[in-house]
């Protein structure tokens, strides 16, 4: 069984501020672990990904996660928060076979303050 | 190229009506996977294809809710008949082919709300 949990159903931060969006996961195999991203009225867009490559992954728009198999949590991170940022995040992870299956948390809606 | 796209965008139906909702992945796309966001929850795996065939069906809610993807191209997903608890977004998905360097496309999702 796979799960994940993301702490904060909202998160707010001030423009030009770190970003920091927790996730941890529960995997009984070897996870591969996704960020998703969702802006108002769009899909949902893939941020990044590890795929048990390397632990810190960088992704689009200056993101990046790193993977800390000692504490299960893969955290999304950017140094400096843009107002183009806000938006619904969610963590998903999955296992051998990468897409199939995914199961995501319940999301973060990020709010950035002018 | 064109994403994956999703019909309606948004649906309003009563309890005991029938809706149906269709998904045109991208071309060339044999993967396709329906998941379901009911308000506040996460975003919930119902089933998967590749090409025509069901792949893995275990997400499906209950016998109310029937898949299809005829031809290999495009899925419809139907409620019959739709209960308020049907209420939520739904994703659908598609990827080129299996791998986990195979990344899934997502769809805006369809909005159903059920009175």
């Known amino acids: 069984a796979q799960s994940v949990t993301q702490l904060g159903s909202h998160v707010s931060v001030s423009e030009g501020a770190l970003v920091l969006l927790r996730c941890n996961y529960s995997?009984?195999?070897?996870?591969?672990l996704f960020w998703y991203v969702q802006y108002p009225n769009k899909g949902l867009q893939l941020l990044l990904k590890?795929?048990?490559?390397?632990?810190l992954v960088k992704g689009i728009n200056g993101f990046e996660a790193e993977f800390k198999k000692s504490e299960t949590s893969f955290h999304l991170t950017k140094p400096s928060a843009h107002m183009s940022d806000a938006a619904e995040y969610f963590c998903?992870?999955?296992?051998?076979?990468?897409?199939?299956?995914?199961?995501f948390g319940t999301g973060t809606k990020l709010q950035v303050i002018p | 190229e064109a994403g994956v796209t999703q019909f309606p965008s948004h649906s309003v139906i009563e309890k005991g009506q029938t809706v149906t909702l269709r998904c045109d992945p991208i071309s060339g796309h044999d993967n396709l996977y329906w998941y379901r966001r009911v308000m506040g929850k996460e975003i919930k795996f119902l089933l998967h294809f590749v090409k025509e065939s069901k792949q893995d069906e275990s997400g499906m809610p209950n016998n109310r809710f029937l898949a299809e993807r005829t031809g290999g191209t495009y899925s419809t997903l139907k409620v019959q008949p739709a209960e308020l608890e049907d209420s939520g977004v739904y994703f659908c998905a598609s990827s080129q082919s299996k791998g986990l360097n195979t990344e899934a496309f997502f769809g805006q999702g369809t909005r159903l709300t059920v009175v």
């Open positions: 590890y795929t048990s490559a390397a632990t």
């Open positions: 995997s009984s195999v070897p996870p591969y």
């Open positions: 998903a992870v999955s296992f051998f076979g990468g897409y199939q299956k995914v199961t």
